[in-house]
């Protein structure tokens, strides 16, 4: 078990440089194995989901060695094995796997993803797009068999929600289909666009990625290259909200603007004051009150979920009455009652976050139950006055890239504790 130890009211300043995107990442391991040849990733982040993708690798005897940032897979030698349980479940990305085996493949068994608990997320569009594309499906026993004996064959998927997984999944499945798919409703994300460059920088055939039509022509081999992967703008968006709510000044390096107009447009409305470069943001010391602004998250290019619980903090010191709404998953409100524990002016009513500001927070024990709360427990702690023990670290190592490195090298104080297990 490991926990962080955050000692708050230190204010923020200098330099930070962020890391290759968590959401592209997880996606374009198994995209790579579906080359002949070596794959180089490079500006991979330093995470636990990128070492369980590792293992999971290493056990379809897939080469893989991972160096600062640098990744280089070998699927030259690599065995179709079925993967019902164990690592296959320890993150929910792995469900790439899916599409990315049957395409190579014909066939494959993996078994159903976990990673965080913030509600319902069904991988019925993934198996309908599958099915469509000419795979026989079966689940059972909390995996996902996939069969397709006679081939992948492209036809036209219409997705009945957006959604990220299933739009990759089902071009993964797709790139080596015989004919053209096409994906309509198809989800717009960046990340989504950074899958189709390796691919396509690979030998496939993808047009559309970042429009709501992709239209994917198979292809009968692909070859390894060397990627450079974007930049993460989770990260990006959780240290310019600590910057803006305790920050003397504080450089954020390696970000895509435009991939956070959202954000951005947001803590301008809030009254934050920011200089945005072609690759990085300074953000200035807060001069004046922060204003409270009201929140809803949408697909992309709309405010992002993933978002939503880091920039809480902030919003927590804004003077007025604000309300979150999560549509894309609306039951993302567990870290509330670990702000309340801190002080907060927050509560949920009918799934709608509700603050009421400004707040001291003070420093509590609390616990992160997903990922995107734990970086929300974080910020909150930073800006705390006194000591916050934050239990459930390994959700938040799961996504983050040396957070207590990057936070200590701009003053805050925080210290990772493992403890033994008995």
């Known amino acids: 078990m490991k926990r962080f130890v955050i000692n708050g009211g230190r204010p923020l300043h200098g330099e930070v440089t962020l890391s290759g995107a968590k959401n592209s990442t997880v996606a374009l391991i198994p995209a790579a194995i579906l080359a002949d040849s070596p794959v180089v990733l490079e500006?991979?982040?330093?995470?636990?989901?990128?070492?369980?993708?590792?293992?999971?690798?290493?056990?379809?005897?897939?080469?893989?060695?991972?160096?600062?940032?640098?990744?280089?897979?070998?699927?030259?030698?690599?065995?179709?094995?079925?993967?019902?349980?164990?690592?296959?479940?320890?993150?929910?990305?792995?469900?790439?796997?899916?599409?990315?085996?049957?395409?190579?493949?014909?066939?494959?068994?993996v078994g159903l993803p976990g990673g965080c608990s913030i509600g319902p997320r069904p991988i019925d569009l993934h198996i309908k797009g599958f099915e469509l594309l000419g795979s026989d499906v079966e689940t059972r026993f909390?995996?996902?068999?996939?069969?397709?004996?006679?081939?992948?064959?492209?036809?036209?998927?219409?997705?009945?929600?957006?959604?990220?997984?299933?739009?990759?999944?089902?071009?993964?499945?797709?790139?080596?289909?015989?004919?053209?798919?096409?994906?309509?409703?198809?989800?717009?994300?960046?990340e989504i666009i950074d899958v189709a460059t390796l691919l396509n920088k690979m030998g496939a055939k993808i047009r559309g990625v970042g429009t709501s039509t992709i239209r994917v022509e198979g292809v009968e081999e692909l070859h390894g290259v060397i990627h450079?992967?974007?930049?993460?703008?989770?990260?990006?968006?959780?240290?310019?909200?600590?910057?803006?709510?305790?920050?003397?000044?504080?450089?954020?390096?390696?970000?895509?603007?435009?991939?956070?107009?959202?954000?951005?447009?947001?803590?301008?409305?809030?009254?934050?004051?920011?200089?945005?470069?072609?690759?990085?943001?300074?953000?200035?010391?807060?001069?004046?009150?922060?204003?409270?602004?009201?929140?809803?998250?949408?697909?992309?290019?709309?405010?992002?979920?993933?978002?939503?619980?880091?920039?809480?903090p902030l919003l927590l010191l804004a003077e007025g009455h604000g309300t979150i709404r999560d549509t894309i998953y609306p039951k993302r409100v567990k870290h509330v009652p670990e702000l309340q524990r801190m002080g907060a002016a927050i509560e949920v009513h009918n799934d709608d976050i509700h603050i009421k500001g400004p707040n001291q927070l003070h420093g509590a024990e609390v616990t992160a139950s997903d990922l995107r709360a734990g970086a929300c427990l974080?910020?909150?702690?930073?800006?705390?006055?006194g000591a916050t023990v934050l239990y459930g670290a390994d959700h938040i190592l799961r996504g983050y890239d040396h957070i207590a490195e990057k936070f200590n090298a701009l003053g805050g104080d925080i210290q990772l504790i493992i403890d033994d297990e008995d």
Do not use: C, W
């Open 228 to 312: 450079q992967i974007i930049p993460d703008r989770i990260e990006a968006g959780t240290y310019l909200t600590a910057a803006a709510a305790i920050g003397q000044g504080v450089t954020i390096h390696n970000v895509i603007a435009e991939h956070i107009d959202g954000l951005i447009a947001k803590m301008g409305e809030m009254g934050v004051k920011m200089d945005v470069y072609p690759d990085s943001i300074y953000v200035h010391p807060a001069t004046s009150p922060l204003k409270m602004v009201n929140i809803k998250t949408m697909p992309y290019p709309g405010f992002a979920t993933d978002l939503q619980q880091p920039i809480t």
């Open 142 to 190: 909390g995996a996902v068999g996939l069969d397709a004996p006679h081939g992948l064959v492209g036809t036209d998927i219409y997705l009945d929600v957006v959604s990220v997984g299933a739009t990759i999944n089902i071009m993964l499945a797709a790139v080596r289909a015989k004919g053209e798919t096409v994906i309509d409703n198809a989800a717009r994300e960046p």
């Open 378 to 385: 974080v910020n909150a702690a930073l800006m705390a006055e």
């Open 43 to 109: 500006g991979v982040p330093d995470i636990q989901d990128v070492h369980s993708l590792i293992a999971i690798l290493h056990d379809f005897n897939v080469k893989a060695t991972f160096n600062q940032g640098t990744l280089m897979i070998d699927p030259t030698e690599m065995i179709n094995v079925p993967m019902p349980e164990g690592k296959i479940q320890s993150l929910r990305a792995s469900y790439y796997f899916m599409g990315a085996l049957l395409a190579k493949y014909g066939t494959a068994t």
